[in-house]
Nanobody, 112 residues
Framework: QVQLVESGGGLVQPGGSLRLSCAAS????????MGWYRQAPGKPRELVAA???????NYASTVKGRFTISIDNAKNTAYLQMNSLKPEDTAVYYC??????WGQGNQVTVSS
């Protein structure tokens, strides 16, 4: 079993920045990759960014150049640095580990 605890969401103005964290505990040896997804009201959950332990990264076209995913293997924590935020980035953000374990979700609201 893997437990994920997210932190770092909140309210930010357009153009602002936030950093999300996702700390993993439990059977962390089983985690080969981590990702961030988001779900806006009335829309399906979508991939935002993903990273493997080897450092390979993948981004949704809508966030490429604005968001950066990283992982600290020593802390078993993944991060999502979000810059130049737009109102359309408003959603609940979830981290996913090993394609099977979800975090609790973290609201990100971009509004003036």
């Amino acid at each position: 079993q893997v437990q994920l605890v997210e932190s770092g969401g909140g309210l930010v103005q357009p153009g602002g920045s936030l950093r999300l964290s996702c700390a993993a505990s439990g059977s962390i040896f089983s985690i080969s990759d981590m990702g961030w997804y988001r779900q806006a009201p009335g829309k399906p959950r979508e991939l935002v960014a993903a990273i493997t332990r080897g450092g390979n990264k993948n981004y949704a076209s809508t966030v490429k150049g604005r968001f950066t995913i990283s992982i600290d293997n020593a802390k078993n924590t993944a991060y999502l640095q979000m810059n130049s935020l737009k109102p359309e980035d408003t959603a609940v953000y979830y981290c996913l580990a090993a394609g099977a374990y979800w975090g609790q979700g973290n609201q990100v609201t971009v509004s003036s």
